[in-house]
């Protein structure tokens, strides 16, 4: 194997997060934070380096990343305080992992498919979750944690329902689900009143089923749905200066107007 790298900037990294922490000298943001407190920075910092991955910008998604593993070494300063672990143990865990997980790579076990490659990791994986501590269930759909992006999460629930067959062979039933679904959320519509928690319901088995769609047809949902924000994002930007071009704004733009200058800016794409 080739030599190991050393890699002084990490430890300065360290370092400076000791320092943010510091009860007498440190940051009192820093000092104030916990586990909870910083959840959803490092959503929004794993968001921001997808971003970045998709705009195409390799100085932005190294500055991205770093913002990432400032959120890991700022679990790992917490877990040090609390004596449960430190940044060694986290890269420890994840490395024995991955050797576990690849014995085709690190044990020399060879001839294997990819699909048999993914059936090793998934009995690696079961197993692992048998030895821990914590009450485990035998449901294929153990272990797949509830603060995953919603779409994200349903593809994943999805597909170890696939693994054990219950899944549509062909597309086909897939698309007449999602017209199922429209058609149910139309009903409840058209009802003289409306129920909003079951329109609610409706809305959410429709996103599932296009969720499934997407799946069958070998697209992540959440990277669509994500292009899908940016050009809308992008298209209504450029409604924004044609109405400007054109003397208007949008409060003073009807429906008909914006539309037609959406249409407009759509042919020019």
Not at 51 to 78: P, T
Not at 140 to 151: E, F, R, S, V
Not at 207 to 219: D, I, S
């Amino acid at each position: 194997m080739p030599q190991s790298k050393a890699y002084p900037q990490l430890d300065r990294l360290l370092s400076v997060m000791r320092q943010l922490r510091d009860p007498e000298t440190g940051c009192p943001w820093d000092q104030q934070q916990s586990f909870e407190t910083i959840v959803p920075y490092t959503i929004e910092e794993a968001y921001e380096v997808a971003d970045a991955i998709a705009r195409g910008n390799m100085n932005d998604v190294k500055d991205e990343l770093g913002d990432l593993l400032f959120q890991v070494v700022f679990y790992a300063q917490l877990g040090e305080e609390q004596q449960v672990f430190d940044f060694e143990n986290i890269a420890q865990g994840i490395a024995d992992k991955l050797i576990r997980r690849h014995p085709h790579v690190f044990e020399n076990v060879t001839d294997m498919s990819t699909e048999q490659l993914s059936q090793s990791w998934d009995a690696i994986k079961r197993q692992e979750q048998q030895q821990k501590s914590a009450p485990q269930t035998d449901s294929i759909l153990a272990n797949i944690p509830l603060g995953m992006a919603p779409l994200i999460r349903a593809q994943k629930l999805q597909n170890r329902c696939a693994k054990v067959g219950f899944d549509w062979p062909q597309v086909e039933p897939v698309i007449d689900k999602v017209k199922e679904e429209v058609a149910e959320v139309m009903e409840e519509l058209e009802k003289p009143i409306h129920d909003q928690s079951k329109i609610e319901e409706e809305i959410g088995d429709l996103l599932f089923a296009v969720v499934n769609l997407a799946r069958h047809l070998k697209v992540d949902s959440e990277t669509a749905i994500r292009k899908a924000n940016a050009k809308f994002e992008q298209r209504f930007k450029q409604v924004e200066l044609l109405l400007k071009e054109q003397g208007r704004s949008l409060e003073s733009s009807d429906l008909d107007t914006m539309e037609a200058a959406w249409q407009q800016v759509k042919k020019l794409q």
